[in-house]
C-alpha cells in the first residue's frame, strides 16, 4: 500500500507478525493484556454507527480489517497461557468469534472510499454484530477492569 500523502511505500504487518515479535521480546503476560485491550477496543469499534466506525478506522477495509483483527486477538486471549478470562468468558468470546465466520464475503469487501467502506458497514448484517459485541463487553467488563488495572499499574 502507498502512504497517500508521501507518495512512499508503507508496509503493514500482520496482527500475527507483531504478536510473533511482541512474544519475542515481552512477557507472555503482556502479550495476552495487549492482546485483551486490543480485542475490548475493536469490540468498542463495533458498536459504533457505520459512520463514526468508519471515519474512527480511516476508511481503509473496515469491515475486513475489523472482522481480521477481532479473530486475530481474540483467538489469542483464548489461548495465552496467562488468561484470566472465566470460562464463561471464553465460551462468550468463542462464540462471538464463531458467529463471525457467517458473515457472508460479500460484506468484507476491500473498500478504500470513504462511500465504500460506509455502504458495506450500514448493511442491515451487522446490526446484530453490534448488538453482540455490546453484549459481549458487558460480559468482559471483568476483564476490562484487571486489563485497565495492569495498564494503570506499568504506566509508573
Known amino acids: 500500500r502507498r502512504d497517500s500523502d508521501s507518495g512512499v511505500r508503507v508496509k503493514f ?81 468463542i462464540n462471538f468469534l464463531g458467529s463471525l465466520e457467517k458473515i457472508p464475503k460479500s460484506l468484507l469487501v476491500s473498500a478504500t472510499s470513504v462511500e465504500a467502506n460506509r455502504e458495506a458497514m450500514s448493511h442491515p448484517l451487522w446490526a446484530s454484530y453490534r448488538e453482540a459485541a455490546a453484549a459481549l463487553l458487558v460480559a468482559l467488563d471483568s476483564a476490562a477492569i484487571g486489563n485497565r488495572a495492569y495498564f494503570d499499574s506499568n504506566r509508573a
Request: hydrophobic share 35%.
Open 13 to 93: 504487518h500482520s496482527n500475527e507478525d507483531v504478536q510473533s515479535q511482541m512474544s519475542e521480546s515481552i512477557s507472555d503476560r503482556e502479550v495476552f493484556e495487549l492482546s485483551l485491550r486490543n480485542f475490548l477496543e475493536w469490540l468498542e469499534m463495533m458498536t459504533m454507527d457505520p459512520v463514526e466506525l468508519c471515519n474512527t478506522w480511516g476508511n481503509y477495509n473496515v469491515a475486513w480489517e475489523l472482522i481480521s483483527d477481532l479473530k486475530t486477538d481474540g483467538s489469542a486471549i483464548l489461548n495465552m497461557p496467562c488468561s484470566y478470562l472465566t470460562e464463561c468468558q471464553k465460551q462468550k468470546v
